[in-house]
Nanobody
């Protein structure tokens, strides 16, 4: 049974930093693609960062240069280092996982996974989310 548990959210002032963690269990972590998503009040969920099973990373333009996604396969943990936070980064942040090894961006903010047959689908497994609030 795949489980994803996020932690590290909180309240910070504009310009501050936070590091989110996503502890994974129930599957062979190193072979899965992982992603970070967020949803602000009244807005749709958007993808912000992803990492393939081989460690290749990709980011939404809105966070590029400020956020860093990484994974520690020995600890079965995904991270999101967030620097220079802005009030518009306020949202609930979710991590996601899928057995597909590669991700695919569809537009600016939609991240799907690419199957071995060339089809794509949404991430299969999701955490419960952690709140990040950035004040000006």
């Amino acid at each position: 049974q795949v489980q994803l548990v996020e932690s590290g959210g909180g309240s910070v002032q504009s310009g501050g930093s936070l590091r989110l963690s996503c502890a994974a269990s129930g599957y062979t972590y190193s072979t899965y693609s992982m992603g970070w998503f967020r949803q602000a009040p009244g807005k749709e969920r958007e993808g912000i960062a992803a990492i393939d099973s081989d460690g290749s990373t990709s980011y939404a333009d809105s966070v590029k240069g400020r956020f860093t996604i990484s994974r520690d396969n020995a600890k079965n943990t995904l991270y999101l280092q967030m620097n220079n936070l802005k009030p518009e980064d306020t949202a609930i942040y979710y991590c996601a996982a899928d057995s597909a090894a590669r991700v695919l961006w569809v537009g600016a903010h939609t991240i799907v996974v690419l199957t071995t047959t060339g089809l794509h689908r949404l991430f299969a497994y999701w955490g419960q989310g952690t709140q990040v609030t950035v004040s000006s």
